[in-house]
Structure formats: structure tokens, C-alpha cells
């Protein structure tokens, strides 16, 4: 009787060192995916492609620098500096008074009708012009749901 005991015991341990050791693993392995080079960046830091019409203007957003191209004067470069997130919108400071707001809600172009996944907002100042914004790579990693706003309306 005392054997059978033992050997329940036994099973009993091992199998709890059996789980208790697929858990680490497993919080090894999670861990080591979330560390890893294959994962995606969050939304707001992937490349990104910003316009707005009425004034027309571009914000070209890669990690290796800014180019913001007015309608009426040459390309500005600004230095890549990670965004001020709130929930689902991130601001992008590019120089003074000047920065780039995008927002994780869908967008329309007002003139050609253009669906886009972000929507985006251009402030210098006291001025506040709407646009959308795209994944440069055309990905939509981070998307969220269609919902469509013009640009006119941010």
C-alpha cells in the first residue's frame, strides 16, 4: 500500500514539474518573440506618408529623418523623434511650433476620394490643416477598422 503511494506521489510531482517547466518555456519563448528583430514596429513608428490638400503639403515620416514639402517653399528635413502617444493618436514634434498629429481612425482624401487608414492633422501655430496618412510600405499593420472620415473633417 505504501508503494502505491509513493509511486501516486511521484507521478504527481513529476507532472507538476512537468507544467511548472512548460510555463517558464513558454514565458521564455514569449518573451523571447516580443525581444525578437521579426517584430513589427507599433503603429505610429512605422514609415509614414502624411498629406493634405487646400493648402497642399506632404510629411514623409522613415526612422532616418522627416521631410515635411510645403505647396509654397523647399523641402524641410527634421530629425525622427518618437511621437507623444495618447490612446490611439500620436504627435509629431518637427520643430518649434510646427508638428504632425496622426490619428488611428480612417480617412478619405477630400479631393480624390482616396480611402486611407489614418487620418492626420499638420499645426504650425495657431494653424491646423486635416490630411491623411498611409503606411509607406502600403501595410496596414495597426489599422484600424474601416470608418471613414474626409480629411476635411479632423
Known sequence: MKSSHLIWALGVASLFGLVACGQNDSADQDTAVLEGPNV???WY???LNVLGNEPFWSVHMRPDGVTY???DAEPKSFQWIPPTVEGDKATFALSGDLSVV???HPCTDSMSGLDYPLTAQLREGDNVWPGCAAYADGG???APEPQSQ???ET
Do not use: D, K, L
Request: proline share 22%; glycine share 6%; no cysteine.
Open 69 to 71: 514639402t510645403p505647396i
Open 45 to 47: 513608428e512605422q514609415p
Open 40 to 42: 513589427p514596429a507599433p
Open 102 to 104: 496622426v490619428v488611428r
Open 150 to 152: 474626409t480629411a476635411t
Open 140 to 142: 496596414t499593420e495597426g
